[in-house]
């Protein structure tokens, strides 16, 4: 007679999961899909995410890390392009499982190629996300192009993260794939990062702020100031009924500032209006930001450094 309470009982899984993919797959929105909040900065513009950023999901079946990793570029000349472009592969040699992201609403190009190249060199499990199917309609679909991938991968699957589409899924899928015994490293990282926190993120409050108005300088600035801006948050007061915030918006030269800046202050109103907006929502407290732009020519080069 089978014993039902062992019958019942299933092994929960524990992992790393590593996104990868050219700029602008989808990336950090998928990972906020699979969160279901706001764990990953967006913005239309290559090299927002400019650092390896991880979270923790649980459900009844474990636990997994997520790292979102920044857009791989083809040919970069800049101090901060070839950092970014050594992020994706120092994650992928820690995953279980890789999730290759390519966008089905685009032409392929030689920044795929680079990724795919990356991908074939790892021995883990693999899905190929098609991510973008609600975009990818007419002209704009490209997937035949990408269909020969197909059988070097584990598993494929078509998404869409901004309208939330296959994500459960997907989640399905890498449960599936994940290995069965527990890496005793990877359930330790997990308690790092999943302190009580929430969102549960890798990164702390000061980190998240910086995040977030730099989010918000990219959306209202576009292709005006081309990744010469960065964020240094001050200092964070909680000072009961609301938390105030001093934070600088960083640019490598004078006509930047200006730019950022904008006629009346008008940029950097939208910028500090917004970024306190989503904060306010992601907090549930009242927030008064002060924000300023500092001209610094040497930030870039620490960025590289850190």
């Given at each position: 007679m089978r014993n039902k309470s062992s019958e019942n009982k299933t092994t929960k899984k524990i992992g790393r999961v590593v996104l990868v993919g050219r700029p602008n797959t989808g990336k950090s929105s998928l990972l906020n899909a699979i969160m279901s909040q706001k764990v990953a900065i967006t913005s239309p513009l290559p090299q927002t995410t400019r650092k390896n950023s991880r979270v923790v999901y649980s459900d009844d079946r474990g636990q997994i890390i997520f790292s979102d990793t920044p857009g791989i570029i083809a040919k970069v000349d800049d101090l901060i392009g070839k950092r970014i472009n050594q992020e994706a592969p120092k994650e992928l040699n820690q995953a279980d499982v890789i999730?290759?992201?390519?966008?089905?609403?685009?032409?392929?190009?030689?920044?795929?190629?680079?990724?795919?190249?990356?991908?074939?060199?790892?021995?883990?499990?693999?899905?190929?996300?098609?991510?973008?199917?609600?975009a990818a309609i007419g002209p704009k679909d490209h997937l035949p192009e990408y269909n020969y991938l197909e059988d070097e991968f584990d598993k494929v699957i078509g998404v869409s993260a901004l309208k939330d589409k296959n994500v459960k899924g997907l989640i399905n899928l890498i449960f599936e794939l994940l290995p069965e015994k527990i890496n005793k490293e990877t359930e330790y990282n997990i308690g790092i990062i999943d302190n009580g926190n929430k969102p549960k993120m890798g990164m702390n409050s000061k980190?998240?702020?910086?995040?977030?108005?730099?989010?918000?300088?990219y959306l209202f600035l576009?292709?005006?100031?081309?990744?010469?801006v960065d964020v240094r948050v001050d200092q964070i007061t909680d000072k009961r009924k609301m938390l105030v915030i001093k934070a600088a918006i960083l640019t490598t030269a004078e006509r930047y500032k200006k730019m950022i800046i904008g006629r009346g202050g008008k940029k950097i109103k939208e910028i500090g209006y917004n970024a306190r907006k989503e904060l306010e929502l992601m907090t549930g407290r009242k927030i008064f930001l002060e924000l300023i732009v500092e001209v610094d020519k040497h930030w870039p080069e620490r960025e590289v450094e850190s």
């Amino acid at each position: 007679m089978r014993n039902k309470s062992s019958e019942n009982k299933t092994t929960k899984k524990i992992g790393r999961v590593v996104l990868v993919g050219r700029p602008n797959t989808g990336k950090s929105s998928l990972l906020n899909a699979i969160m279901s909040q706001k764990v990953a900065i967006t913005s239309p513009l290559p090299q927002t995410t400019r650092k390896n950023s991880r979270v923790v999901y649980s459900d009844d079946r474990g636990q997994i890390i997520f790292s979102d990793t920044p857009g791989i570029i083809a040919k970069v000349d800049d101090l901060i392009g070839k950092r970014i472009n050594q992020e994706a592969p120092k994650e992928l040699n820690q995953a279980d499982v890789i999730l290759c992201l390519v966008d089905i609403s685009r032409p392929k190009n030689e920044e795929e190629n680079k990724v795919i190249g990356l991908v074939r060199k790892s021995p883990v499990k693999k899905i190929l996300v098609y991510n973008k199917i609600d975009a990818a309609i007419g002209p704009k679909d490209h997937l035949p192009e990408y269909n020969y991938l197909e059988d070097e991968f584990d598993k494929v699957i078509g998404v869409s993260a901004l309208k939330d589409k296959n994500v459960k899924g997907l989640i399905n899928l890498i449960f599936e794939l994940l290995p069965e015994k527990i890496n005793k490293e990877t359930e330790y990282n997990i308690g790092i990062i999943d302190n009580g926190n929430k969102p549960k993120m890798g990164m702390n409050s000061k980190e998240y702020v910086q995040e977030i108005i730099r989010e918000k300088a990219y959306l209202f600035l576009r292709e005006e100031v081309p990744y010469s801006v960065d964020v240094r948050v001050d200092q964070i007061t909680d000072k009961r009924k609301m938390l105030v915030i001093k934070a600088a918006i960083l640019t490598t030269a004078e006509r930047y500032k200006k730019m950022i800046i904008g006629r009346g202050g008008k940029k950097i109103k939208e910028i500090g209006y917004n970024a306190r907006k989503e904060l306010e929502l992601m907090t549930g407290r009242k927030i008064f930001l002060e924000l300023i732009v500092e001209v610094d020519k040497h930030w870039p080069e620490r960025e590289v450094e850190s």
